[in-house]
């Protein structure tokens, strides 16, 4: 059974850097064959895709992350991380990594919850203005 542990989280002023990782074991196939990602889930808010890496490094960015947020993979595929840049209070929230055991996805689908069947526990990130 896949397992997913993130951490990373923390607290930090407006305009900080954090960088999340989020490590995966027990997999059945090859980590290269995962696609992975990070979600978010703020109070009172659904859990919305923030980042996705799939095969050959492909990317797909939510709008909120996009030119602050890079995901990106050790060169082993286990690690997945997701640097955060430039951090907004709007940012704080639960930071949960997930995987799903495929190759590709579509944009939509690198970002929408219900693709995925993995993930972690979440890992918190607190931005104060």
């Known amino acids: 059974q896949e397992q997913l542990v993130e951490s990373g989280g923390g607290s930090v002023e407006s305009g900080g850097s954090l960088t999340l990782s989020c490590v995966i074991s027990?997999?059945?196939?090859?980590?290269?064959?995962?696609?992975r990602a990070w979600f978010r889930q703020a109070p009172g808010k659904e859990r919305e895709g923030v980042a996705a890496?799939?095969?050959?490094?492909?990317?797909n960015y939510a709008d909120s992350a996009r030119g602050r947020f890079t995901i990106s993979r050790s060169k082993a595929k286990h690690t997945v991380y997701l640097q955060m840049n430039s951090l907004k209070p709007e940012d704080t929230a639960v930071y949960y990594c997930?995987?799903?055991?495929?190759?590709?996805?579509?944009?939509?689908?690198?970002?929408?919850?219900?693709?995925?069947?993995?993930w972690g526990q979440g890992t918190q990130v607190t931005v104060s203005s």
């Open positions: 027990g997999y059945y196939y090859s980590p290269s064959n995962y696609c």
């Open positions: 890496i799939c095969s050959a490094e492909s990317t």
């Open positions: 997930a995987a799903e055991a495929r190759w590709t996805m579509t944009t939509v689908e690198a970002l929408d919850v219900t693709t995925y069947s993995y």
